[in-house]
């Protein structure tokens, strides 16, 4: 394993002067920096420096628009629907959410790829409030019974905040797995666990190359006897929230994965909902059901039970400790010589 | 298989009548009835004529009230927590549901079982609205890497309107199968899909006796390796909508699965969204998908592709066709002795 450690500052700052360097602007480059950055830090290197490039090409190739603002097309007391004019990513999501505390409840549309879901549920966080964020993304998915894809990783983020600072924040997609992990073993030769992909057959398959060429990923289940019918529901439930809701593309005539010849024209649904029009008592009750998990004994005493976030949380520690985040090698050497 | 074909009339007066004879308000029962004949319609008949015997019990026993109304305890133009005053479900999720279609946003506690969550969700197709809802359940459920059951099989359902009467109805269990799929295989002397259930030690296992003593359901996914965890992490955020929030018992502290102790004092979450607060076309989009993925080649030539509803349609098509709704002798021949 070829690693180094980077301060998170300087690869802070490399994203920026990347962006900027193509023309995006200065406030548009720091927003993306920071999901990208704190992607990687919480673990998530499918979504971080890894990514830049893609964000680049978008700008470069003007499928991306590098100046504007996002922009409320219609609104209720609770509601707002937002033309995102075609911004990246993260610009129109964090104006999203921020409208969304600010209503607690909202939707986007026609933004571009923002990062991880969980970067803008967990904004309503220090509102004390539950967020929600989810996202269409170019088809990778097989709907079960299909053999094409249809549906994209589709992710499903909610936040909710406990005392002192803990929380609960599932950051999860909808496919069994990230397409990035089966790269990942394709590269290294390995096999992969059944249900993860299937062929071009629309059959289950242990190999990553039948997976990448002309199959496609499983929705989070499997196949039809392990109920992957449910993550096939879960992830056309996001595309209700997204792509239907907001008028953007949906399902396959959203842009390839990857391929930069036009817009992406996402859908993307921001929630906020603020637990003090509830019963009293929601971040005690978060503590404790929290607490029940983390205590429970565990199957294997080596793996302790975890909540969702946990797994970021042990990451960021570690960053911490480490004073850096740690990357691979052949991902800082691509992504340099890439800036160059 | 022994079965016979009963008029849906006959089953919902039934229901009604035992219902009645143990002292439930007459609109109460009829909900009540409604709801249960509904889930067998659809072909849920986990959830139908086979659970009237504990609803039944609940109120002969007390735990679960036969008189009063669900009463708004706080409210906001957006949100409202429902008291559901420990009243059957049924009577509980129509006040909310009722309530969160004029709203478009609410969340009810204190409530019971409340038949399939399909049934609450749905009523918002009527007003062209996007339905919603949430309930937490005894536990049932392993967490990833855990031995012992902390969650119930939460399920979530949502029903989002197409054009001509057409929708996208999603009415899921968060667990990989229900409970009665695994007693049923351990009735016939079956094994089960590995990825269903776990021994007493947390270990998957396909033996239906270990799951069902001292073991437990799985979170949709199955094992870690294959993202069980992201089901488990589902489960878990329908506490955060519904014990959470409602203020309701959660968790461990929900009794066990039919035992009739004590009040069950579930949450529930029930939600409203209004599409036309947003894009326009959403009823055509909504169709668009469904048709995409009706008409998708599928692997297996004799299985096509469904969308989430269409199964219990052709259910509801086959009820219509035989002029009644197919139940298993040994369900009727139970319920019947029952009630004498």
Known sequence: MNLC???????????ERCMLAVGTKPNHARSLAEVLVEGDRRGHYSHGLNRMDMYVKD???????????????KETVATALVDGKNLLGPVVGNFCMDLAIRKAQNVGIGSNHYGIAGYYSMQALDANMIGMSYTNTSPLVVPTRAKE??????PISVAAPANNGDSFVLDMATSSVALGKIELHERRGDIIPEGWGCD????????PRKVLNGGGLVPIGGCEATGGYKGFGLGMMVEVFCGMLAGSHYSQNIRTWKVTDRAANLG???????PANFAPGFNDRMSDILS?????????PSCAVLTPGDPERIQIIKCQNLGGIPYHLSVVKVMVSFSL
């Not at 894809?149 to 589709?154: A, S, V």
């Open 268 to 274: 993307q649904c921001f929630v906020a909902v603020n």
């Open 59 to 73: 700008i470069q190739h003007g499928v991306c628009a590098k100046d504007g603002e996002p922009a409320v097309e």
């Open 149 to 154: 894809c249809t549906l994209g990783t589709n």
């Open 292 to 300: 029940l998990h983390r205590g429970l004994e565990p199957a294997e």
């Open 200 to 207: 071009s057959q629309g059959r289950l398959s242990t190999d």
């Open 5 to 15: 450690l980077i301060d998170q500052r300087q690869v802070l700052s490399f994203i």
